[in-house]
């Protein structure tokens, strides 16, 4: 990292000096990495830096190395610019994410300044063992930040958020062999988008993109990369399968579903919204075994071997086909 964005840190942070603790992660297909720097002479003890180092083109491990590609990662960094300079303060604690501290552009360079989450009470993270405690943090996280922003405008972000909307993977539709879900993606799509109960969808909310409390009662949320429109059962449907087993899905659908709409209530209750709580909850309930052949449809087309194409995604996704047919 070269001294202008070291001094950027250095001013929007008030330290005298910093030095790198670790490398937290490379970015996908190597757009740069997110760095931990410790900070001296300020308050704050570290924080989390996002630096984006843009290629001409870029590897990707699955071959999909196209200029389509690599524009839509383009935009990505520009969108989740744009979430922490316009969108990320209405975020409140029941929908935790990290401050942001400095955004700066610099040739094909951009630097993003962030809160360390770590020392904010949110170190643990979860890859693959989770209970009902950590389940329940994240379905409250969901629907207050589906709440906060229901009915506003993406304005600078994905006008479709999710990384697996249709319109941005025409190359991965192209490559499905499987001809009905291929015929019904359209049709599927455009179901989502007419919910008349639109918001913001977090549009990678797997569960490494949440950091827990110590207990795993809490959680914060990060990488808005793909944050844009849409109807929140996309982030519910995707968030489910990031964490759960097939036979998990299926057996808790009901309670997972339940779970999530009590803290929407709750949500836009605290808001003092004027949507009926009852018409949102009946057309989002019918859409989440569309979102969930939304994102089936993507992984046929993108990684036909993916683990998380499984006998209950292949049902859901022929139920929806099958009531699209009635």
């Known amino acids: 990292m070269d001294k202008h964005f070291q001094n950027t840190i250095l001013r929007s942070t008030g330290a005298e000096s910093l030095y790198e603790i670790e490398v937290i992660q490379s970015l996908w297909s190597g757009y740069g990495e997110i760095v931990r720097f410790g ?3 300020c308050e704050l003890e570290s924080v989390v830096v996002k630096h984006v180092n843009l290629p001409e083109g870029g590897s990707h491990p699955r071959g999909w190395n196209t200029d389509l590609s690599h524009q839509r990662k383009l935009k990505s960094y520009k969108v989740e610019t744009q979430w922490y300079k316009s969108f990320n303060a ?3 604690d029941d929908c935790k994410t990290p401050q942001c501290f400095a955004l700066e552009t610099k040739g094909n360079e951009v630097l993003m300044v962030f809160e360390d989450l770590d020392s ?3 170190a643990e993270r979860l890859s693959s063992s989770v209970n009902w405690d950590n389940i329940g943090a994240c379905l409250h996280w ?3 930040f589906h709440a906060t922003f229901m009915e506003t405008k993406p304005q600078g972000l994905w006008e479709t958020g999710t990384y697996w909307h249709l319109e941005t993977r025409p190359e991965e539709l192209e490559a499905m062999d499987d001809q009905p879900l291929k015929n019904a993606a359209l049709t599927i799509d455009e179901k989502l988008s007419a919910s008349p109960f639109q918001t913001l969808v977090h549009g990678d909310a797997k569960l490494a993109n949440f950091c827990f409390s110590n207990d795993g009662k809490n959680v914060a949320a990060v990488d808005f990369q793909y944050v844009g429109g849409g109807c929140g059962m996309k982030d519910l449907a995707y968030f489910i399968g990031s964490c759960m087993s097939e036979n998990d899905c299926e057996k808790y659908e ?4 339940d ?3 009590s803290h929407l209530r709750e949500a836009l209750r605290k808001k003092n919204t004027t949507i009926d709580g009852d018409a949102l909850e009946a057309d989002w309930r019918n859409l989440y075994h569309f979102a969930w052949a939304d994102f ?6 993108w990684h036909p071997g993916h683990w998380k194409i499984n006998s209950y995604s292949e049902r859901v996704s022929r139920e929806v086909i099958e009531q699209l047919s009635i």
Do not use: E, M, P, T
Not at 254 to 257: S, T
Not at 296 to 301: A, I, N, T, V
């Open 90 to 92: 209405k975020c409140d």
């Open 39 to 41: 900070l001296q002479g």
């Open 142 to 144: 969901l629907a207050n």
């Open 254 to 257: 009901g309670k997972l579903l």
């Open 259 to 261: 779970i999530y709409f």
């Open 120 to 122: 904010s009470g949110f």
């Open 296 to 301: 089936h449809r993507f992984l046929k087309g």
